[in-house]
């Protein structure tokens, strides 16, 4: 059984910071990449960042500056670090994580309010 498990949400105002934690434990073989998604109300879901085994990176155009994503493979945890929040990136935040045969695994997502 795998388990992914967010931490970290929460409310804070605009131009705060907040740092989200996930991690993964269980059968999930070996890791690949992994990563954050983000889902606004009526919007669809959109990746936020991802980071490879190798620690390459990639980020949505509008948290670029603002977000960094890090990882510890021993650990199987992956970090995003958001600085510089707007209301605009008030939304439920998800892990996922994938394993070298291509499945992923959800989290159950955590919430950040950013208020103006």
């Known amino acids: 059984q795998v388990q992914v498990v967010e931490s970290g949400g929460g409310l804070v105002q605009t131009g705060g910071s907040l740092r989200l934690s996930c991690a993964a434990s269980?059968?999930?073989?070996?890791?690949?990449?992994m990563g954050w998604y983000r889902q606004a109300p009526g919007k669809q879901r959109e990746l936020v960042a991802s980071i490879t085994s190798t620690l390459s990176t990639k980020y949505a155009d509008s948290v670029k500056g603002r977000f960094t994503i890090s990882r510890d493979n021993a650990k199987n945890t992956v970090d995003l670090q958001m600085n510089s929040l707007k209301p605009e990136d008030t939304a439920v935040y998800f892990c996922?994580?994938?394993?070298?045969?291509?499945?992923?695994?959800w989290g159950q997502g955590t919430q950040v309010t950013v208020s103006s």
């Open positions: 269980g059968s999930i073989f070996s890791i690949n990449a």
């Open positions: 996922v994580v994938r394993n070298s045969y291509n499945v992923e695994y």
